[in-house]
């Protein structure tokens, strides 16, 4: 498995991608648009993914501030085979809270499990860290 990404929802894109980019020294690596679940992604760090994480700059729109104990959104780790972690995470007991299947929009392959404190962990499916 590898860290991947860590998902932030923010009141204002441009506003966090300013600070991340111009205040910390990330590098803007992507955006991405999807009107039909309206919201817009921007991802920073200081190198490119899967070789550095990063982190997922999530604004959904129309939503200008969250309370703090809701801005947390995820971890992210790449698994060469989601349904195969999933079921090794349910037989050690593991809480699968979404089952996997593709990501809404898109069809990248993705589940959530959570841990014991109720923290969200998504699984992405990356077949090339099979070999890792």
């Not at 817009?40 to 190198?47: C, D, E, H, I, R």
Request: hydrophobic share 35%; aromatic share 10%; proline share 5%.
């Amino acid at each position: 498995m590898r860290l991947l990404h860590t998902m932030l929802r923010v009141g204002n894109l441009q506003r966090s991608i300013d600070f991340y980019t111009q205040v910390l020294g990330m590098t803007l690596q992507r955006t991405s648009e999807n009107p039909e679940y309206k919201y817009s992604l921007a991802f920073v760090g200081y190198g490119t993914n899967p070789d550095h994480a990063e982190i997922e700059l999530t604004y959904n729109w129309g939503v200008d501030s969250y309370d703090m104990g809701s801005a947390y959104g995820h971890i992210a780790l790449g698994v060469p085979d989601v349904y195969a972690a999933c079921d090794k995470i349910k037989a050690a007991g593991g809480n699968v809270t979404r089952e996997p299947g593709p990501v809404k929009g898109g069809s990248t392959v993705i589940a959530f499990v959570t841990d014991p404190d109720g923290y969200k962990i998504e699984l992405i499916q990356r077949p090339q860290y099979a070999n890792l």
